[in-house]
Each structure stands twice: as C-alpha cells, then as structure tokens.
C-alpha cells in the first residue's frame, strides 16, 4: 500500500491507516477474538499504520494493537496513540465505561502535565509491548488548550528530541486551535476529525492552508463522520459525528449517492478519496471493527474515482468548489 512521509520527519504512514476506536468498544462491546481477526485482515491488506489512544476502550484498544504489532519487525509499521487523558484505576463494581462498552476498570483524568504527559506514554508503551512511539498526538484539548499548547506540547517536543516519539502534534476537531498550533509550535502532523469530508469542509478555510505554508502534514479521522457515510445508502438512525443524525444531512447524503452511482463510484469510495485530493493530508484513519469491515474498506479505497464525479458533485451544490480546483489545479 502507498506510503506518505509525515512533515519534515523520516515517519511513514500507509495512505489507509487502521483507526482503533472500534476496537475500543465503540457504540457497541468486541470481543478480543473479532478485535484480532480484524487487526490480522488489516495487515494481510497492507494496512501498516494503525491509530489508537488510552481514551479507547480505557486501554483496550492500545492492547489489541499491541498485540498484534508485538510479532512484526518494528521497522515494519507505525503506531500513533495519544496523549491527555491519564487512566487511573478503579473498583468497576459492575458498571461499564461511560464512553466505551468495556467494564468500568479505569477511570480518565484530564492531564496535559510534563509529568502527566511522560507517565502517559510510559502506560500506553507498556500497554502496546513496545519501546518507542511513532507519532503522538495532544488527545482532544479544546477546553485545555493554553495548558495544552504551553505545556503539553514541550513535553512532547523533548520525547521527539529524545527519540521516545518519532513525530508529534495534535488531534482534535477544533480547526481553530489546530491552525494555531500549526502555526505557533512546530508539530509535524494534525489529526483533523470530521472536519475534511464530503459533509464538512471546514479545514479548507484556515488549517491546511496553515500546514501547507509550514509543511505539516494532516491525518484525516472520521472521514465517513462516525458512520453517516458508510454505507451507499444511509438509514435512518445512522450516527453522525457520534450523535443522531438530521433529516436534511440524510437527504444530503442520498443526494451524494445519487452522484456517486451515477459515476460508478460509491459514498464510501468518494468519502475515502476526497480528503486525500489535498497535498497536505498523507493519509486517513478509518476505524474497522471486523474482518469483513476491513477488506471491504480496503477494496473501497483502492477503487479509483473518476475526477469528473467532483465536478458535477460541486455543480449540484454537494461540494466546496475548492475541491474541484485540488483535482483541476
């Protein structure tokens, strides 16, 4: 599978990386059995980067990954997790997490810390069996961003310098505090959720514009905006940025797939190519929770779009014209 070099950085991303949300216990619980035939089928597609945090699953996520990464040559992928949230230990008593369907054996507090931060990456090495990070991101700091930026980032800075990490930034969905943080430190790469996608184009008005003028790359997360454009036709009930979804979107969407399948092309295929029509974005993150999830990903976004299909989805009123100009030049 392709290959993209993150900023400045000698840090490679496959084009397609796994995202590790799902594995997690996202919307619903995973058994490790399901977690690990979909992490096997990843790599036997070629899929080498794969994407998770403690956030996930209070820890599940990062196992399962590690897991399976703890066989490979550690020449032989890249593994991104982040950082903010520290897990503490708790008495479940029998509840399950307020986020993930995993028992409540954790719980998360807030730490954008030096001491935080560092403590943080000890736990996630220990949890993924590994000695190093390839990319760490700031997890989710929009309410404690000036603690984040002041703080958090130097943190991760002297991990970078200490060959600990191999690439840093942040990742979030404010395009606001990431474009800052582009331009006010010196991160390698964003990871931008649900803010480039056929739904929401927002980081075309400031923040790729900012990593284009100081070569920071982007990895796009959420590209089908937690499951609204996942399938070629969605139903009703389906997630949006992890919320219900409204009866206008849903009709948008639809209005897409008429597009789309007039063109060949279905809503999954364009939404996996669109945030990569950008120079500056080296690769996106889908979550997969199966086996079956992942090879039918992987075809998608192998599946060529015809550059014809962006310029009549932009003359319907479907798509930001700056689109068309990414494919036109």
């Given at each position: 599978?392709e290959?993209?070099?993150?900023?400045?950085?000698?840090?490679?991303?496959t084009?397609l990386?796994?995202g590790?949300?799902?594995?997690?216990g996202?919307?619903?619980?995973?058994?490790?059995?399901?977690?690990?035939?979909?992490?096997?089928a990843?790599?036997?597609?070629?899929?080498?980067?794969?994407?998770?945090?403690?956030h996930?699953?209070?820890?599940t996520?990062?196992?399962?990954?590690?897991?399976?990464?703890?066989?490979?040559?550690r020449?032989?992928?890249?593994?991104?997790?982040?950082?903010g949230r520290?897990?503490?230990?708790?008495d479940?008593?029998?509840r399950?997490?307020?986020?993930?369907?995993?028992?409540?054996?954790?719980r998360?507090?807030?730490?954008?810390?030096?001491?935080g931060?560092?403590?943080?990456?000890?736990d996630?090495?220990?949890?993924?069996?590994?000695?190093r990070?390839?990319?760490l991101?700031l997890?989710?700091?929009g309410?404690y961003?000036?603690d984040?930026?002041?703080?958090?980032?130097?943190a991760l800075?002297?991990?970078?310098?200490?060959g600990?990490?191999?690439?840093?930034?942040a990742?979030?969905?404010d395009?606001?505090?990431l474009?800052?943080?582009?331009?006010?430190?010196?991160?390698?790469?964003?990871?931008l959720s649900?803010?480039q996608?056929l739904?929401?184009?927002?980081?075309?008005d400031?923040?790729l514009?900012a990593?284009?003028e100081?070569?920071?790359?982007?990895?796009?997360?959420?590209?089908?905006?937690?499951?609204?454009l996942a399938?070629d036709?969605?139903?009703?009930?389906?997630h949006?940025?992890y919320?219900?979804?409204?009866?206008e979107?849903?009709e948008?969407?639809?209005r897409?797939?008429?597009?789309c399948?007039?063109?060949?092309?279905?809503?999954?295929?364009?939404?996996?190519?669109?945030?990569?029509?950008?120079?500056?974005?080296a690769?996106i993150?889908v979550?997969?929770?199966?086996?079956?999830?992942v090879?039918r990903?992987?075809?998608?976004?192998?599946?060529p779009?015809?550059p014809?299909l962006w310029?009549?989805?932009c003359?319907?009123?479907l798509?930001?014209?700056r689109a068309?100009?990414?494919?036109?030049?």
């Open positions: 599978m290959t993209h070099r993150l900023g400045r950085t000698d840090v490679e991303v084009r990386a796994f590790g949300g799902p594995l997690g996202l919307f619903e619980p995973l058994d490790d059995r399901t977690a690990a035939q979909a992490l096997d990843a790599w036997e597609s070629g899929i080498r980067s794969y994407d998770t945090a403690p996930y699953g209070i820890g996520s990062e196992r399962r990954i590690g897991e399976l990464l703890r066989g490979k040559p020449t032989g992928f890249t593994v991104s997790t982040k950082v520290l897990l503490v230990p708790q479940p008593q029998g399950t997490d307020e986020s993930f369907a995993v028992p409540a054996t954790h998360r507090v807030w730490d954008f810390t030096r001491d931060i560092r403590r943080s990456v000890e996630s090495l220990t949890r993924l069996g590994l000695d990070i390839d990319i991101y997890h989710d700091a309410r961003f000036e984040a930026l002041r703080h958090g980032y130097p800075a002297e991990l970078r310098a200490e600990m990490v191999g690439a840093i930034g990742g979030m969905y395009t606001g505090k474009s800052r943080l582009v331009r006010e430190a010196d991160p390698d790469v964003v990871m649900g803010r996608t739904l929401d184009h927002s980081a075309l400031e923040l514009p990593c284009t100081r070569g920071v790359s982007m990895m796009a997360a959420s590209v089908f905006n937690s499951g609204l399938t036709r969605p139903a009703v009930g389906a949006y940025d919320g219900a979804t409204t009866p979107l849903l948008r969407v639809h897409i797939a008429d597009v399948a007039a063109h060949g092309v279905t809503v999954p295929q364009a939404a996996m190519t669109f945030p990569l029509l950008h120079p500056a974005v690769g993150a979550g997969m929770r199966t086996a079956q999830e090879r990903n992987v075809a998608a976004f192998a599946a779009v015809p014809e310029a009549e989805l003359g319907e009123g798509l930001d014209d068309l100009k990414l494919v036109t030049g």
